[in-house]
C-alpha cells in the first residue's frame, strides 16, 4: 500500500512548524538564562546552543526541499496542461475545473 502524498505533505508541515516553535522555544530559554552564571547553567547552555544551531542548520534544509518540491510540482503541472506564461499558471490554478491535458 503506497503512502499518501497529500498526508506525507501536511505531517512534513506539521513538523516543519514544531521544528520552528521548539526553535523559538529554545533561543528564548537562552536569552532568559543568560544572568545564570554557574558552571551547570554554562554547560548546559552551550549545549543547548549547539543543538539550536543544528536544529536551524536542519530546518533550512527541510524548507529547502520543500521548496524544491513545490517548484518541481509547479513545473510538472505546467508541462501537463501546457501553460506558456505566468498568467496561463495562475488563471488554472485559480480554475475549480482545470482543463484536461489533452484539451
Do not use: C, W
Amino acid at each position: 500500500m503506497g503512502a499518501d502524498p497529500e498526508r506525507n505533505l501536511q505531517t512534513q508541515e506539521r513538523l516543519i512548524g514544531d521544528l520552528r516553535q521548539v526553535i523559538e522555544n529554545a533561543e528564548a530559554l537562552l536569552k532568559n538564562t543568560d544572568r545564570y552564571t554557574s558552571t551547570l547553567y554554562r554547560n548546559a547552555r552551550a549545549k543547548l546552543a549547539l543543538a539550536l544551531q543544528a536544529a536551524t542548520e536542519e530546518l533550512g534544509r527541510f524548507e529547502e526541499d520543500q521548496l524544491d518540491r513545490m517548484i518541481a510540482a509547479t513545473r510538472a503541472a505546467s508541462d501537463r496542461f501546457h501553460d506558456e506564461t505566468g498568467e496561463a499558471r495562475l488563471l488554472r490554478a485559480f480554475d475549480r475545473a482545470p482543463p484536461s491535458p489533452e484539451a
